[in-house]
């Protein structure tokens, strides 16, 4: 849910500030998640290629 937030608020806001706040909070929380997403999801796209 705060990603979702983030996400519009950054869509929004033409404050140096805020924009600051939430790529610390991608640096800090988003970012390791969607790597992790990545990795789990390779294996599928490989065997999806393969067929």
């Not at 608020?9 to 640096?27: D, F, V």
């Not at 988003?30 to 992790?36: E, G, I, Q, R, V």
Request: proline share 2%; aromatic share 6%; no cysteine.
């Amino acid at each position: 849910m705060q990603l979702l937030q983030d996400r519009n608020r950054i869509s929004h806001t033409h404050s140096e500030e805020t924009a600051e706040e939430i790529l610390t909070s991608i640096n800090q929380h988003y970012l390791t998640l969607f790597k992790d997403i990545g990795r789990r999801m390779l294996p599928v796209k490989q065997k999806a290629w393969q067929h």
